[in-house]
């Protein structure tokens, strides 16, 4: 399984940002897609996450900002944010698993993608 992401850069506050996230190897539709982020110096943090049947989860930080979405067709899952902060600043990750649940922890997710770095300036 190979995660490809993309789409990140450097934004002013309150800006919009639009995230890829490009799977080879298995179906985003059949598999639980997250994304994760990690600023300097924390703990990568679970972000959001869509379900093979659409469900989703999102942290609180994010709630009302960010939206998750699929493209089954490309095989690509998107992370839409929305209202940007610099507390949003951050390397997103995504990341997938088999399975049942929305887990946040990272080491349930056995694939991960390389990562892209998202810069909100104030």
């Known amino acids: 399984v190979q995660l490809q992401a993309s789409g990140g850069g450097l934004v002013q506050a309150g800006a919009s940002l639009r995230l890829s996230c490009a799977a080879s190897?298995?179906?985003?539709?059949?598999?639980?897609t997250a994304w994760f982020r990690q600023a300097p110096g924390k703990e990568r943090e679970f972000v959001t996450g869509?379900?093979?049947?659409?469900?989703?989860g999102y942290a609180d930080s994010v709630k009302g900002r960010f939206t998750i979405s699929r493209d089954s067709a490309k095989n690509t899952v998107y992370l839409r944010m929305d209202s940007l902060k610099p507390e949003d600043t951050a390397i997103y990750y995504c990341?997938?698993?088999?399975?049942?649940?929305?887990?946040?922890?990272?080491?349930?997710?056995?694939?991960w993608g390389q990562g892209t770095q998202v810069t909100v300036s104030s």
């Open positions: 990341a997938c698993r088999a399975g049942l649940g929305m887990p946040f922890t990272t080491t349930s997710y056995p694939y």
């Open positions: 190897g298995r179906t985003v539709s059949s598999n639980l």
């Open positions: 869509i379900l093979w049947n659409g469900n989703t």
